[in-house]
């Protein structure tokens, strides 16, 4: 039999090399987290993707050359003309500070890049880092990932095991960072808050559990460690910083720390882990001016406060038990039960009138499109007609997560087994996550980590029954019993293996003490004896026990064991499963999510076509117009217009003035001339329209139409979508209604369209458009793109403007009588 002492060393050897080996794994994910992203830019070059990210971009060239102080009193007035909008007091400075730093760090290297390209790449960067939070997360609630495995044994069959399980580290880790549902707002171009708020989302998440560092996953939070949940206090103030979804990690660590007091797991550990978030995180989150007193005036922090007084209770019920009597303790719990439920009564009142006076009751138009799916689609069109904000189909899952779905209910009941404070919150985090998820498919980025998560526990606990079952099996592979039994045994009896070792050190102890003497007493002589006999008693009950414990975990193990071939078949299955996994995710970085909507591409029987129409259209803005011309467009393309065309817009896509964006959408579902009025009223010289009936572009401005109906209707009364519709269905072919054919939007898109082929069929449409034939009488096309996707029209000035009617000749004598009777008749004051 193997001495315990070797078998102590060469465990201290496997966990030393598994270290080493571990790093350079980690290393190598992140890696290859930041290459998978790169296809974008080796396809098609490094450009920004998207809308957003070109707002985001231009807010960082200004932070980069004119400073910080700058940047926070910026006003914009090439937006929302004629308003303006101060960008410091808007914007969450996350993305752009850390790009900025990122940018000035390099540069004082010497490392000269611009910064267009720390925008591109700063996605990749950290999607890195989010893989690795994931990896330092997951390893709390799956105790599997502790030791075990993580270095080379002496045998054939602790080699196998360990080298699999290395493998479920990196599937687990690849999962993450290969995610197409987060690959789609991290790839390289993709400058966005995501880019960086999913990893500030799961580092908090890590140190919120590394705060109450779970040790011994059997008990609740362990050490209450301070130091951390300072730090998670500054993560969640960097993730307050970078995105809007903060409110997630402020409502669901309270629905933890609840479930905890209710389920009797509170300590002290847990107290220490959560106070600090609330006031200091409430405190750093007040300081971003996009927040400010948002973050204690708004409905969706109050739980975090409501969850802080309950806690303090508990606490201080916890305190009084442990320093008085069982009487006094009920004559003390009467007393503070009274006293708080009339604290709860004034904070419940005072909390009611606050949101009582706000007709929203204190909660956001998106957070109330969360908890009420309906509620966007009735109330706030504008947030119902953003594609991102629809909820998901089910093969959007299967695409976006792929096998993880079928992964994540096995995750789910192994973090039952056993259940601990750091399981129940993954448990939590992924119930609430696939809610969100449902209602909104932008959220599907929060539901990917917390996939990831549960599925590389499940398949840890896979990889750990087959391995096991394998090496079970393999006798010969062992020259002497494994040293892991020997391992187990000191892991799960250190206590009885200590008491020895005191006894077998007291014993000689007293040997020699006794033996100094020349003539010991009777007393002595019966002490020695008794502690002699206590100690053999001592020895056998510790043989005993040893014995006991590894019987009963020897035989535990051994009712799991599979047969040898069918372990071996599963896991060679599973190796094939995460390869056609491995596969679909570099397809979908390669294919679906790299390529930028700036830059479209079409593949057809005579080879690829590159559609440029955008950056053509924004190039002539920028070399044909005045500085200070106006361009209207919908709202989806005012960051572009700004960014690359440097022209003023109407509208674009910050959606912060409903009414604003109501006018620009009632004046494309106008006529003409009504049209030209309210453009002309806003000083607009160019309208912008894009449409993708030519090529087939289908998120073009007449698929969008109905958006602009419903949203204009919302504040003028006068636009009626039952108006655009033909037995309730939306057409612009010969069916379609006068009110469809004669509105700005038809005309600015359909205007000589009949050209192109002689019958002016729309190949999105897939039929003959009604109206072929007419002509613009407030309007003059001044740009159409090659492609005919982004079309330029310039407004008329009055004078040059054509009439309908033609003008009837009036004779000279009578004109001064008329022209009199008309000054005459006309109020000097209108």
């Given at each position: 039999?193997?001495?315990?002492?070797e078998?102590?060393?060469?465990?201290?050897?496997?966990?030393?090399?598994g270290?080493?080996?571990g790093?350079?794994?980690?290393?190598?994910?992140?890696?290859?987290?930041?290459?998978?992203?790169?296809?974008?830019?080796?396809?098609?070059?490094?450009?920004?993707?998207?809308f957003?990210?070109?707002?985001?971009?231009?807010?960082?060239?200004f932070?980069?050359?004119?400073?910080?102080?700058?940047?926070?009193?910026?006003?914009?007035?090439?937006?929302w003309?004629?308003?303006?909008?101060?960008?410091?007091?808007?914007?969450?400075?996350?993305l752009?500070?850390?790009?900025?730093?990122?940018?000035?760090?390099?540069?004082?290297l010497?490392?000269?890049?611009?910064?267009?390209?720390?925008?591109?790449?700063?996605?990749?960067?950290?999607?890195?880092?989010?893989?690795?939070?994931?990896?330092?997360?997951?390893k709390?609630?799956?105790?599997?990932?502790?030791?075990k495995?993580?270095?080379?044994?002496?045998?054939?069959?602790?080699?196998?095991?360990?080298?699999?399980?290395?493998?479920?580290?990196?599937?687990?880790?690849?999962?993450?960072?290969?995610?197409?549902?987060?690959?789609?707002?991290?790839?390289?171009?993709?400058?966005?808050?995501?880019?960086?708020a999913?990893?500030?989302?799961?580092?908090?998440?890590?140190?919120?559990?590394?705060?109450?560092d779970?040790?011994?996953?059997?008990?609740?939070?362990?050490?209450?460690?301070?130091?951390?949940?300072?730090?998670?206090?500054?993560?969640?103030?960097?993730?307050?910083?970078?995105?809007?979804?903060?409110?997630?990690?402020?409502?669901?660590?309270?629905?933890?720390?609840?479930?905890?007091?209710?389920?009797?797991?509170?300590?002290?550990?847990?107290?220490?882990?959560?106070?600090?978030?609330?006031?200091?995180?409430?405190?750093?989150?007040?300081?971003?001016?996009?927040?400010?007193f948002?973050?204690?005036?708004?409905?969706?922090?109050?739980?975090?406060?409501?969850?802080?007084?309950?806690?303090?209770?508990?606490?201080?019920?916890?305190?009084?038990?442990?320093?008085?009597?069982?009487?006094?303790?009920?004559?003390?719990?009467?007393?503070?039960?009274?006293?708080?439920?009339?604290?709860?009564?004034?904070?419940?009142?005072?909390?009611?009138?606050?949101?009582?006076?706000?007709?929203?009751?204190?909660?956001?138009?998106?957070?109330?499109?969360?908890?009420?799916?309906t509620?966007?689609?009735?109330?706030?069109?504008?947030?119902?007609s953003?594609?991102?904000?629809?909820?998901?189909?089910?093969?959007?899952?299967?695409?976006?997560?792929?096998?993880?779905?079928?992964?994540v209910?096995?995750?789910?009941?192994?973090?039952?087994?056993?259940?601990?404070?750091?399981?129940?919150?993954?448990?939590?985090?992924?119930?609430?996550?696939?809610?969100?998820?449902?209602?909104?498919?932008?959220?599907?980025?929060?539901?990917?980590?917390?996939?990831c998560?549960?599925?590389?526990?499940?398949?840890?606990?896979?990889?750990?029954?087959?391995?096991?079952?394998?090496?079970?099996?393999?006798?010969?592979?062992?020259?002497?019993?494994?040293?892991?039994?020997?391992?187990?045994?000191?892991?799960?009896?250190?206590?009885?293996?200590?008491?020895?070792?005191?006894?077998?050190?007291?014993?000689?102890?007293?040997?020699?003490?006794?033996?100094?003497?020349?003539?010991?007493?009777?007393?002595?002589?019966?002490?020695?004896?008794?502690?002699?006999e206590?100690?053999?008693?001592?020895?056998?009950?510790?043989?005993?026990?040893?014995?006991?414990?590894?019987?009963?975990?020897?035989?535990?193990?051994?009712l799991?064991?599979?047969?040898?071939?069918?372990?071996?078949?599963?896991?060679?299955?599973?190796?094939?499963?995460?390869?056609?996994?491995?596969?679909?995710?570099?397809?979908?970085?390669?294919?679906?999510?790299?390529?930028?909507?700036?830059?479209?591409?079409?593949?057809?029987?005579?080879?690829?076509?590159?559609?440029?129409?955008?950056?053509?259209?924004?190039?002539?803005?920028?070399?044909?117009?005045?500085?200070?011309?106006?361009?209207?467009?919908?709202?989806?393309?005012?960051?572009?217009?700004?960014?690359?065309?440097?022209?003023t817009?109407?509208?674009?896509?910050?959606?912060?003035?409903?009414?604003?964006?109501?006018?620009?959408?009632?004046?494309?579902?106008?006529?003409?001339?009504?049209a030209?009025?309210?453009?002309?009223?806003?000083?607009?010289?160019?309208?912008?329209?894009?449409?993708?009936?030519?090529?087939?572009?289908?998120?073009?401005?007449?698929?969008?139409?109905?958006?602009?109906?419903?949203?204009?209707?919302?504040?003028?009364?006068?636009?009626?979508?039952?108006?655009?519709?033909?037995?309730?269905?939306?057409?612009i072919?010969?069916?379609?209604?006068?009110?469809?054919?004669?509105?700005?939007?038809?005309?600015?898109?359909?205007?000589?369209?009949?050209?192109?082929?002689?019958?002016?069929?729309?190949?999105?449409?897939?039929?003959?458009?009604?109206?072929?034939?007419?002509?613009?009488?407030?309007?003059?096309?001044?740009?159409?793109?090659?492609?005919?996707?982004?079309?330029?029209?310039?407004?008329?000035?009055?004078?040059?403007?054509?009439?309908?009617?033609?003008?009837?000749?009036?004779?000279?004598?009578?004109?001064?009588?008329?022209?009199?009777?008309?000054?005459?008749?006309k109020?000097?004051?209108?």
């Amino acid at each position: 039999m193997v001495d315990p002492s070797e078998a102590k060393g060469e465990g201290s050897l496997r966990k030393a090399f598994g270290g080493v080996l571990g790093f350079f794994i980690l290393l190598l994910i992140g890696t290859l987290a930041f290459s998978i992203r790169l296809f974008s830019v080796i396809k098609y070059e490094s450009v920004i993707h998207e809308f957003d990210p070109y707002f985001n971009y231009r807010v960082t060239q200004f932070l980069t050359k004119n400073g910080i102080y700058d940047f926070w009193n910026w006003f914009d007035d090439r937006t929302w003309y004629p308003l303006g909008r101060v960008i410091g007091g808007t914007v969450y400075p996350g993305l752009t500070l850390t790009a900025g730093s990122i940018w000035w760090l390099l540069n004082n290297l010497n490392i000269p890049l611009s910064v267009e390209t720390v925008c591109v790449f700063t996605a990749p960067i950290f999607s890195a880092n989010a893989a690795w939070a994931t990896y330092l997360l997951t390893k709390a609630p799956a105790h599997l990932f502790e030791v075990k495995g993580t270095g080379a044994g002496l045998t054939a069959a602790v080699l196998l095991a360990m080298v699999i399980l290395f493998l479920l580290v990196f599937l687990l880790i690849s999962d993450n960072q290969n995610v197409p549902s987060y690959i789609s707002r991290s790839v390289a171009g993709s400058y966005d808050n995501e880019a960086v708020a999913i990893f500030a989302l799961i580092f908090t998440f890590y140190l919120y559990i590394k705060s109450s560092d779970l040790k011994n996953y059997t008990q609740t939070l362990n050490t209450g460690s301070l130091f951390y949940a300072t730090l998670n206090a500054l993560s969640y103030f960097y993730m307050v910083c970078s995105w809007g979804g903060y409110t997630f990690i402020i409502n669901l660590i309270p629905m933890h720390v609840l479930l905890c007091i209710v389920t009797g797991r509170y300590s002290s550990r847990l107290y220490i882990a959560y106070a600090p978030l609330v006031v200091f995180g409430t405190l750093l989150a007040s300081l971003v001016p996009v927040v400010g007193f948002n973050a204690v005036m708004t409905s969706e922090h109050f739980a975090s406060f409501l969850v802080f007084i309950i806690i303090h209770v508990v606490a201080l019920v916890y305190y009084i038990k442990g320093i008085l009597s069982p009487k006094m303790f009920k004559v003390a719990m009467t007393l503070i039960v009274t006293i708080g439920i009339a604290v709860c009564g004034a904070v419940l009142a005072i909390l009611i009138a606050l949101v009582a006076s706000s007709p929203t009751k204190g909660w956001s138009g998106r957070s109330l499109s969360l908890l009420d799916p309906t509620y966007a689609s009735k109330y706030i069109p504008i947030i119902a007609s953003v594609s991102e904000h629809q909820p998901p189909t089910w093969p959007s899952y299967f695409m976006d997560i792929n096998v993880l779905a079928f992964l994540v209910p096995a995750g789910i009941v192994a973090c039952f087994l056993p259940l601990s404070d750091a399981s129940s919150f993954v448990i939590l985090y992924i119930t609430t996550s696939v809610y969100f998820s449902g209602v909104m498919v932008r959220l599907m980025l929060v539901l990917a980590p917390a996939a990831c998560i549960m599925s590389g526990i499940a398949l840890s606990e896979a990889f750990d029954v087959f391995t096991r079952s394998i090496k079970f099996q393999l006798p010969k592979l062992f020259e002497t019993p494994p040293s892991d039994v020997w391992q187990l045994i000191g892991d799960t009896n250190n206590g009885t293996q200590d008491e020895l070792a005191k006894v077998d050190s007291k014993i000689p102890t007293e040997k020699s003490e006794t033996t100094v003497k020349e003539r010991p007493s009777k007393k002595n002589r019966k002490k020695e004896k008794e502690i002699l006999e206590k100690g053999k008693e001592i020895k056998e009950k510790g043989k005993e026990n040893v014995e006991k414990v590894s019987d009963k975990r020897q035989n535990a193990k051994k009712l799991l064991v599979l047969p040898l071939e069918a372990s071996a078949v599963a896991i060679l299955l599973l190796i094939i499963l995460g390869a056609f996994y491995v596969v679909h995710c570099v397809w979908a970085a390669a294919e679906a999510y790299s390529a930028p909507s700036i830059v479209l591409t079409s593949h057809s029987h005579d080879g690829l076509h590159v559609f440029d129409d955008f950056r053509e259209a924004y190039a002539w803005l920028k070399h044909n117009t005045d500085v200070d011309d106006k361009v209207a467009s919908w709202w989806d393309y005012g960051y572009q217009t700004t960014a690359m065309a440097n022209r003023t817009v109407i509208v674009d896509n910050n959606t912060w003035n409903n009414t604003h964006i109501a006018t620009v959408g009632t004046a494309m579902s106008s006529p003409e001339k009504p049209a030209w009025e309210i453009f002309n009223s806003l000083d607009v010289k160019y309208v912008l329209v894009v449409f993708g009936g030519f090529v087939g572009y289908p998120s073009d401005d007449i698929n969008k139409f109905l958006w602009m109906v419903r949203i204009g209707g919302g504040v003028f009364p006068h636009i009626r979508e039952p108006d655009y519709l033909r037995d309730g269905q939306y057409r612009i072919d010969a069916q379609a209604t006068p009110t469809m054919l004669n509105c700005l939007m038809y005309k600015l898109s359909y205007y000589r369209f009949v050209e192109t082929d002689g019958k002016g069929f729309d190949r999105v449409r897939r039929t003959e458009i009604g109206k072929k034939h007419f002509k613009l009488t407030h309007f003059e096309e001044v740009f159409t793109t090659h492609h005919w996707m982004v079309r330029i029209y310039k407004l008329k000035p009055p004078k040059n403007m054509t009439r309908g009617k033609s003008k009837k000749k009036i004779n000279p004598k009578t004109r001064t009588k008329i022209s009199y009777q008309k000054n005459r008749n006309k109020n000097p004051w209108q």
